[in-house]
Structures are given as structure tokens and as C-alpha cells.
């Protein structure tokens, strides 16, 4: 079982320790990501700590919320997120899916669609581990012998206590102690085979919507995958358009009912759900970069009911979406 008893040490890279509510949320923003971390009962007055480390593609950081609290991230769309919950419970959310997290499990949250800790019991511990987006992707490339023909979508809950599980568990423990310890895990191509490692263990121990493929189960003959990269590359190529359903069966020669039996087998979403996901992601582009106001972005790529896109964008992302040009107007150009 995997819990408290074998809880990484980080003996070197203590951030605080007994720490008052303000000066936990300090760290915890300073390490992970900027959030919203608010206590959830008034007047509680539990001491927080916070252990962690920071490479150049990984932070790992051990977590004990010393109060009821709540932890909202904000611009999770370049890193995985897997939190490994060792003592009391982590009520989490990712987009429209919600998990309980208890010892000798973990929640895995994919980039695009965020993640949300509703609520972190006092005296809970988890370690979080915060991956770039590039490493994964690129392990999973190599893992295929391709690039990926759909994003990856991880399922949100993953069991430690299994043979996989707890092996990917162990390579974790291995990596926090080497960097703790220091020695040859200094050395930058060392580091990274540890981090590929992990990251490969992840993709092979975890079930996510490529599953099938690295495998070698893909259920069905050859037409579903080529009905599904079909559409897949129509609307990586042209998200503006203004597809419908019937559409892009076409393009697929199937049904739409077959389409969509696919498409949520080997994409994991629905084909109109994965049309949003993808213009969400171009305007989200668009916006960091200050390319274009709002309105202008929304409708660029495809949305017409502007309330929608709004309500959306923020499922999606974790702030709205006058934030992310903001965000990008204050930073300085050369």
C-alpha cells in the first residue's frame, strides 16, 4: 500500500514547514503554478508543508495541506499533472470529470483540460508531480514511431496498487531520492534519462486514448483509425469551418453514429467536442501571442455564440479569456 510509510523524504529541499496558511499558499504558488488556493473552513488554523524540487522538465513537490483547502491552477497548458494522494482524500476535477483521491491512488490531468483540486482534507499529503508537455509528447512519439495523430487524453484516475502502478510509483520514489542525493542525476543527460523513464512509464502503465495502439489491442479493422485520421487532419488543417456531423462522416465514409463511436474510442472525445477542443486551442494561441482582440479570435475560429466560447474558454483553461491577452500585452516585446 502505498501511503506514509514510504513517502519521499526530500531531506534537502524542505520549503517550509509548519507554515501559516499565507506562507504555505506562497510556496505552493511559487513551486507549482500561480493559483487560486483558498481554506475552506474559517478560523481553521492547521500548519502546512511543503517539499520540492524543480527541474528543467519535471517539478515534484511533496504537499501537506494543513487546512481544509482548495487549489484552482492557472496556465496548466504546457504540463501533465499527476498528483500521488499518500494520506487523507483530494476531491479533484478536470473539465466535466471529478475523482476522489485516497491513498494508493493517483489523478492524472491532461493540458488542455486543466485541473481543479475542489478539496484537500486537512493532514492530507500528496507528492505533485508537474511534467512539460513536450517531454510527454515527445516520449509518446517515440513510443508510436510517429508523432500522434490526436492529442493525448490520460483517464483521470490511476490505481498505484496494481503491477504497473506501483512500479511507476518506485521509478518516482528512485527519481526524488537522485535528486535529492545529487551525484551522476546532476549531469543533464543523466537527468533525463530518469525523466524519460518516469514519463515512459506513465504512457505504458496508465490507460489513456493511444492505449490500444502502443499495445497492440486496437480493437476493429483498419477503417475506424483511417475514418478517425481523416477527420482528425480536416480539422487540424481547417478548424474554422463550419462542420457539421453529417459533414464529416462524409469525409470519414461512415455514419455519423459509427464516426462518433470512433472517434470517443481512439480520441477519447466526441468529433464535434474535439472540433471545440481544437479552435479553443488556436484562439488560446492566438490570444498569447496578442494577436487579436477577443471577439476577433472567437470568430476567426469558428465561434458564433460568444457567451458559449466564453464559458468554454474558461473550462478549458482556467481563466477567461480577456486574462490570456491581457497576460500577453504586459509582457514586454522587443
Known amino acids: 500500500m502505498i501511503g506514509t510509510t514510504d513517502r519521499p523524504e526530500f531531506a534537502r529541499n524542505v520549503l517550509t514547514r509548519d507554515a501559516g496558511f499565507e506562507d504555505f499558499r506562497e510556496h505552493l504558488n511559487a513551486l507549482f503554478y500561480p493559483a487560486q488556493v483558498r481554506p475552506l473552513a474559517r478560523g ?11 527541474t528543467e522538465n519535471l517539478t515534484v513537490g511533496l504537499v501537506r495541506f494543513g487546512q481544509d483547502t482548495s487549489v484552482v491552477p492557472e496556465g496548466t497548458s504546457a504540463h501533465y499533472q499527476v498528483n500521488v494522494v499518500l494520506r487523507g482524500k483530494v476531491v479533484a476535477a478536470s473539465a466535466d470529470r471529478q475523482s476522489i483521491g ?14 481543479r483540486l475542489l478539496h484537500c482534507a486537512a493532514g492530507t499529503e500528496h507528492v505533485g508531480v508537474k511534467i512539460r508537455r513536450r517531454l510527454v509528447d515527445d516520449e509518446l512519439a517515440a513510443l508510436l514511431g510517429r508523432p500522434a495523430a490526436y492529442p493525448l487524453e490520460f483517464d483521470l484516475a490511476f490505481g498505484l496498487t496494481s503491477p504497473a502502478g506501483r512500479s511507476w510509483y518506485n521509478t518516482l520514489h528512485l527519481l526524488i531520492d537522485e535528486l535529492d542525493q545529487g551525484g551522476l542525476i546532476g549531469a543533464a543527460p543523466m537527468r533525463e534519462r530518469y525523466e524519460r523513464l518516469l514519463v515512459g512509464g506513465l504512457l505504458l502503465g496508465h490507460r489513456h486514448n493511444h492505449t490500444a495502439v502502443l499495445t497492440g489491442d486496437a480493437p476493429g479493422g483498419p477503417a475506424r483509425p483511417a475514418a478517425v485520421r481523416a477527420v482528425v487532419d480536416l480539422i487540424q488543417a481547417r478548424p474554422e469551418d463550419p462542420y457539421t456531423l453529417g459533414e ?6 461512415v455514419s455519423g453514429r459509427r464516426l462518433q463511436e470512433a472517434f470517443r474510442e481512439h480520441v477519447g472525445v466526441a468529433p464535434m ?36 466560447f466564453s464559458a468554454a474558454y474558461r473550462e478549458r483553461f482556467a481563466e477567461r479569456p480577456s486574462q490570456t491577452l491581457a497576460g500577453a500585452r504586459a509582457v514586454p516585446r522587443s
Open 248 to 253: 464529416l462522416a462524409r469525409v470519414a465514409g
Open 44 to 54: 481553521a488554523a492547521g500548519r502546512g508543508e511543503l517539499r520540492g524540487v524543480r
Open 102 to 115: 485516497v491513498p494508493g491512488t493517483a489523478g492524472v490531468f491532461t493540458p488542455e483540460r486543466g485541473h
Open 273 to 308: 467536442a474535439y472540433l471545440a477542443g481544437v479552435r479553443l486551442d488556436r484562439v488560446h494561441v492566438d490570444l498569447r501571442a496578442g494577436a487579436a482582440p477577443v471577439t476577433e479570435a472567437a470568430r476567426h475560429w469558428g465561434f458564433t455564440h460568444l457567451g458559449r
